[in-house]
């Protein structure tokens, strides 16, 4: 049975849903996106990627369609209509249909897409395994802090890491770290100092991100925001990385050399438990 969908107002199936060749989204990557978790049919800190989704649109001027607080109404129908207990659900919002032109459209009309995607979050199989990340050079843009679907320098960072073996990339800039292709990244030193890049314009501000450095502050470990190398990460206790689509996730290794004993450390199993505790207990 084929998806129910939104496109511009309408719940449609999937094959129905039309999006024109001239929309911006498509021609210019001018759009701005947000995945937001589902567990037992409800959001996950969903409020917080709302105010991120504002942001993304007020930094590159670009007007919601619909009240963001209407939104997640628009999500929960979707959910209801897929009868979906675990996943996600995708929100873009593009400057909408003009005539090609670099300048803005004089009067803008932005389109808003939705749709889920059902898959296994909280007891994904490759977090009981953990996952092997290979080094790729950062090639993006100056402003990863604004949540755009050009997406395409991270695509090829991840397909550059599956064709080397590895399940996902860490980007690398000017020699240290910036971030996972679709996630922030994180290390745990043999003192049990947890490490993760410092937020400004070269990474993106991730929500699981911030709820996991809060737990790790409740459990009175060392944070320290800071940019690492790949030879600190090879050298770590501890790695893993943080994403609404897979929350927690353990990496074992680091261009093919293995973290400690090559399996998810207990720190940051932990930091997962704690974390699917917390999404469990605030989901919408
Ligand atoms: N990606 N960094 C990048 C480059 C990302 O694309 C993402 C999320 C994150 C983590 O942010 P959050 O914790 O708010 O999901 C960090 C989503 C999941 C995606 O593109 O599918």
């Known amino acids: 049975m084929s998806r129910v969908v939104y496109v511009n107002g309408d719940y449609v199936h999937e094959e129905d849903a039309k999006i024109s060749v001239f929309d911006r ?11 937001s978790a589902i567990i037992g049919g409800k959001l996950i800190d969903n409020e ?45 919002v593009s400057r909408g249909v003009a005539d ?22 909280s007891s994904s199989p490759k977090a009981a395994r953990g996952i092997r990340v290979v080094s790729q050079p ?30 996902d990339a860490w980007m690398v800039e000017d020699g240290f770290v910036t971030e996972g292709s679709s996630n922030n990244a994180f290390i745990i030193t043999a003192d049990g100092v947890l490490i993760t890049r410092q ?4 990474i993106l501000s991730g929500i ?21 190398t790949i030879e600190e990460a090879q050298g770590a206790a501890e790695a ?28 940051t199993q932990k930091l997962r438990e704690k974390y699917i505790e917390l999404a469990l207990e605030t989901a919408t």
């Not at 100056?142 to 590895?166: E, M, N, P, Y």
């Open 48 to 92: 917080a990627h709302l105010r991120r989704l504002e942001r993304s649109l007020s930094e590159l001027k670009m007007r919601c369609p619909v009240p963001v607080a209407d939104i997640p109404f628009i999500q929960r129908e979707l959910i209801e209509a897929n009868n979906l207990d675990e996943g996600m659900v995708y929100l873009q």
């Open 240 to 267: 893993f990385s943080t994403s609404a689509s897979a929350f927690v996730m353990p990496v074992i290794s680091v261009d093919h050399k293995a973290i400690s004993q090559g399996v998810p450390g207990p720190i």
């Open 138 to 167: 950062d090639i993006r843009w100056a402003r990863r802090d604004i949540k755009t679907v050009q997406l395409l320098a991270q695509s090829l960072a991840k397909q550059a890491a599956l064709s080397a073996g590895a399940d």
């Open 199 to 202: 937020l400004g314009n070269d």
């Open 100 to 121: 090609r032109d670099f300048n803005f459209p004089k009067d803008e009309k932005p389109s808003l897409v939705l749709f889920t995607q059902d898959r296994p979050i």
């Open 208 to 228: 699981t991100r911030r709820a996991v450095l809060d737990i790790a502050k409740q459990e009175n470990l060392t944070i320290e925001e800071r940019p690492f």
């Open 25 to 35: 989204g498509f021609l210019f990557a001018d759009g701005v996106y947000e995945v």
